[in-house]
Each structure stands twice: as structure tokens, then as C-alpha cells.
């Protein structure tokens, strides 16, 4: 393991330290492990988003409480800090995780102190009482997630047994999700109309009531919240296809398998579009029953009735 200057490894102490400042030194991810091309997408999503946006704010408690993110980057932990103001905050990390270079600048940056602890004390609840002094009046802990390999989007970052330990602290845990609609924006969406992130706060757990299925549980409700924020949703099916088909109609293909056969975007919207001709001239019904299987033919229809 390696400690920050300050720090203690006895069991059920907690690893406290002096303000963050230019001497933090909390292991970080080594270049090799991941290379400079991780900063420049950093910058990259910062100039093409609009700022982060928060969401549900009022479930946070006007009291102390453990904030856990399911992830946490430089940009975010900076918005984060900025949304709770003026509250006091106490960076709390697990000693084994590893951060990168912007994230532990950004944690210089705050200006705020910081503490430590290890998922494999012995006398986790023992931390937590040390930890409880944190929480005085408004003040928040706000837990900062490691680097982790992961898919994108993925709202939960944290390993189960970091889980396990934070809730064996015995603290009141307020999940945090935090969603970066450019991982998971259509083509459709222009980049400079999207939030850097969204942050979506979960209702609090109480002491005692944790577990590593409610956290999971509370991301996935808020980050459909977040999801269904989004202003494509309250668009038109028909209109968002058309664009997604004209966008990309001779570099995208519909790969059949009922025959093995590949048909062009483009060649995909033709057919469609006289097909919806039809359609009219056929009927002029509000509904209309397709039953074809799944592929080239049932694309078509599909997409025929939409424009029609």
C-alpha cells in the first residue's frame, strides 16, 4: 500500500491527513497504465458540452451525510464541489485506489481537506464514528471513486467491496449518479447541446440500512431519470430516424440475417419512402398491424408506417 505523508495503518484508525494542497500525493494512475489521450478527452468533452446540470437536489439532506458518486472525474468533482457551496467538504478516498492526474489536481484545487481509510480494517465502524466528526452540522464526506475498466456509461464504478465497506462505516449514504450523455448520445444529438454530465441525487440511506443491491438500485433509477431528461425523447420517432438515415446513408448498411444480404441506408429510406405512398392510398387508419419478421422487409414497413 501506499500512504500520503500523515497517514496511519493501524486497525480502526482513521487516516487523516492535514488540508489537501500542493503535497497531496495519493497514488495515481501511471502512463503506462493509462495514456495522455485520457486528458485530452477530458478537455475535448469540456469545450464541445454545455456546463453539468444537477438534478433532484432536494433529496440531499440539510444534514451530514456520505456522499457516494458511482464515478467521478476532474470536471465533476470540481461541478460537485462548486453545487455543494458552502457547505464544508472532506474528500474521503479508499487507500488502494487509484485516481488520475486530473482528479487529484482538481482535489488540490477544491481546497478542501481530505481523509483515507482501508476496506480491509478490521474495525470499519470504528472508522466510521472517527468519521462522524465530518458530518457536523451541514458538513459532507464525498467519497471518490478509483479507475476502474468498465463499459461506457456504466453508472456503478465502485468494486463491491468497497461498497460493503463504506455502509459497514455506519453513516447516512446519499447515492449520487453521475451521467455524461456523450457516452451514450445518438448521432442525431448535436455535442454542443449536451450537458458535460448530470448529476442525479438519490434518495438518502439511513445507518445500518445499506447494502450493495439499494446503491445499485438507487443508480439505475436515477440515471433513467437523468435519460429520460434527454430533448430527443421528446421529439419525433419519425423525424429522428429520417435524420439518423440521411446522416449516415451510404457509410451504414442493414445486415439481414434471415439471408446474409446488406442493404444501404439510403436504399433502406427510398424503399421506405414509396412504401409509405401506399399506405396512404391504402388506408387511412391510425393504426396499422405489421406482422413480418424481423429484417430487411420488416424494417420497411416499420419505417413506412412512421412516414406515412
Known amino acids: 500500500m501506499i500512504f500520503p505523508e500523515g497517514f496511519t495503518n493501524s486497525p480502526g484508525t482513521l487516516k487523516a491527513r492535514k488540508p489537501m494542497g500542493t503535497e497531496f500525493s495519493i497514488r495515481s494512475l501511471s502512463d503506462s497504465c493509462f495514456p495522455p489521450r485520457a486528458g485530452y478527452l477530458f478537455r475535448r ?24 458518486p458511482g464515478r467521478l472525474d476532474a470536471e465533476q468533482a470540481l461541478a460537485l464541489a462548486s453545487i455543494l457551496a458552502p457547505r464544508r467538504i472532506t474528500w474521503l478516498v479508499e487507500e488502494s485506489v487509484s485516481i488520475t492526474r486530473d482528479l487529484e489536481t482538481a482535489l488540490q484545487q477544491s481546497g478542501h481537506d481530505g481523509m483515507a481509510f482501508s476496506q480491509l480494517d478490521e474495525a470499519l465502524p470504528q472508522v466510521g464514528q472517527n468519521l462522524a466528526a465530518c458530518l457536523e452540522g451541514n458538513s459532507v464526506l464525498v467519497f471518490v471513486p478509483g479507475e476502474v475498466i468498465c463499459h461506457r456509461g456504466t453508472p456503478c464504478r465502485i468494486p463491491p467491496a468497497t461498497l460493503q465497506a ?19 448520445s445518438l448521432a442525431i444529438e448535436p455535442p454542443s447541446q449536451l450537458p458535460s454530465a448530470i448529476l442525479t441525487f438519490g434518495p438518502l440511506i439511513p445507518p445500518g440500512e445499506g447494502s450493495i443491491a439499494r446503491y445499485r438500485e438507487s443508480l439505475l433509477l436515477c440515471a433513467e ?15 429522428a430516424i429520417l435524420k439518423g438515415l440521411k446522416k449516415n446513408a451510404s457509410s451504414h448498411h442493414l445486415f439481414d440475417g434471415t439471408d446474409d444480404t446488406e442493404l444501404s441506408f ?29 429484417g430487411k422487409a420488416g424494417m420497411i414497413a416499420n419505417l413506412a408506417v412512421l412516414l406515412a
Open 45 to 68: 468533452y469540456s469545450l464541445m458540452s454545455t456546463p453539468a446540470q444537477v438534478r433532484s437536489l432536494d433529496r440531499l439532506p440539510t444534514s451530514g451525510t456520505l456522499i457516494v
Open 166 to 184: 463504506l455502509f459497514a462505516l455506519g453513516l447516512p449514504v446519499s447515492p449520487l449518479d453521475i451521467s455524461v450523455p456523450a457516452e451514450t
Open 225 to 239: 431519470e437523468a435519460f429520460s431528461a434527454r430533448p430527443f425523447l421528446g421529439g419525433s420517432l419519425a423525424v
Open 266 to 294: 439510403d436504399k433502406l429510406l427510398g424503399a421506405a419512402i414509396a412504401f409509405s405512398r401506399e399506405l396512404k392510398t391504402a388506408t387511412r387508419k391510425k393504426r396499422v398491424g405489421i406482422i413480418l419478421p424481423p
